[in-house]
């Protein structure tokens, strides 16, 4: 999980950087600024996804057989999570260089919003052992998913 932050924070500041050296050398024409924007949007939008995920991770605790320590803090911090996920998944202004990538995070998000979905389950039945394995494998892949596309947005601003 820390190498998840720290990829984040790695990512966070190459796209300052590069968005700051790109404004700098040229006036931006109306794809350039499309293209700014959507990594401005990305910047802040993996710096919320990547706090709500910690604080839901945080409160999803196991006793080590699979059943999670129900709580109000589990609750609320599951619900934040959702919110975000959503806010994802209904963001729709995408420049065509990222087409790709923002297909990579669509598909992590939806394999987090089903992780989400089987932690909302275990907070009503938290002993399903078969439920806590399916939400931390989804979680895991929605984390997967979401560092490619990471990279992928890496690659596409070094290429410009």
Known sequence: MKKQSQLMLLFTLTVTLLAA???AGQSPSKQDTKEAAYEQWVQRYMDELNEAYENMTDQFISDGHGKIQV????????????????????HQEVPAAYQKADQQLKTGLHSFEKGIGQVEQLL?????????????HHLQDGLQQTAAFIEEVGRIQQST
């Open 21 to 23: 050296c790109q404004q």
């Open 71 to 90: 709580n109000k803090k589990l609750k609320k911090a599951t619900k934040a999570f959702d919110r975000v996920i959503q806010k994802g998944l209904a």
């Open 124 to 136: 009503k039945h938290p002993g399903q052992e078969k439920l806590f394995i399916s939400a931390t």
